[in-house]
């Protein structure tokens, strides 16, 4: 069967095989192939130097082979002429869609074969009698229409909303004292019960925001900052609800934006922080 399909859809694609090559093609396989029992036979058409041209495409099973085997063979003639190279795409469409159709009418046959019933032992016939398949289906002299491909729809990204940017931190620098502590505190890094935190401005900003602790991720309150001058500084208490039902935690600081209040936009979050109470 390798070398007389290869024979055959070379000259279906280039459409100019002599009549020598098909011969000797014949003689190749003439033992082990036979078409009494097992055929396909297809019409393909090509178009060369500008003309259209109609070329056949015959395929025979071996002798003995059953229906199973035959549709093993089409399955396998489908797979080589996707991978011959040098054969136009239209000429390979064509003959894997008359494959297709080939192998569906054979399952079918297959399908009945092993559904049909046994028959009822009548004078003269042998026990267990099973009834004839039912009739083949007609093969394809030439091809079905091949399926209408269904046009993607492209779409434009620039009509799609873009995502708001992100609200401008405000420029404030945290920090941590303990009562009685000198100086104006340094960087935050534990967090006790009686820790204050500092606030500085670094530009003038307006009332509403506020700091939010969370607690593992948890709200556990906020505080709200008031109106500031650029370069004022404030000492704040944090939340009283901050050390509740723990005794070691960690804590982080969102500074949210002036709309909303409370409820506004994050513009930055601090740490997260050890918190001991």
């Known amino acids: 069967m390798t070398m007389r399909l290869a024979l055959i859809l070379a000259a279906t694609a280039l459409a100019s095989t002599s009549a020598f090559a098909q011969m000797e093609a014949d003689k190749a396989d003439a033992r082990a192939e036979s078409c009494d029992a097992h055929k396909f036979e297809t ?13 056949k495409v015959k395929l025979c099973g071996k002798e003995g082979q059953t229906d199973k085997e035959w ?14 190279e040098g054969m136009p795409q239209a000429v390979k469409d064509q003959i894997i869609t008359a494959l297709n159709v080939e192998i569906s009418n054979l399952e079918a046959v297959i399908a009945n074969a092993s559904a049909a ?23 394809y002299a030439t091809l079905p229409p091949l399926p209408r491909r269904v046009p993607t729809v492209a779409v434009d990204m ?12 405000p420029r404030l620098k945290v920090g941590c004292i303990t009562p009685g502590e000198p100086g104006a505190g340094g960087p935050c890094f534990t967090l006790a019960r009686t820790t204050q935190l500092t606030v500085r401005a670094d530009e003038n900003l307006a009332a509403g925001y506020h700091l939010r602790f969370l607690r593992r991720g948890n709200d556990r309150g906020d505080v709200a900052l008031g109106q500031m001058r650029k370069g004022q500084s404030l000492r704040l208490k944090a939340p009283k609800d901050l050390c509740t039902g723990v005794v070691r ?20 979050t601090l740490g997260p922080y050890d918190l001991r109470c």
């Open 117 to 139: 019933p046994v028959a009822t032992t009548m004078a003269g016939d042998l026990p267990g009698k099973v009834l004839p398949p039912a009739v083949r289906p007609p093969e």
């Open 71 to 84: 549709a093993t063979t089409l399955r396998d003639a489908a797979r080589k002429v996707e991978t011959t």
């Open 43 to 55: 019409t393909v058409k090509n178009e060369v130097d500008g003309k259209v041209r109609a070329s």
């Open 158 to 169: 620039s009509l799609r909303k873009p995502a708001p940017p992100p609200p401008p931190k």
């Open 249 to 268: 935690s960690t804590v982080e600081i969102q500074i949210l934006t002036k709309s909303g209040g409370s409820g506004g936009e994050v513009a930055d």
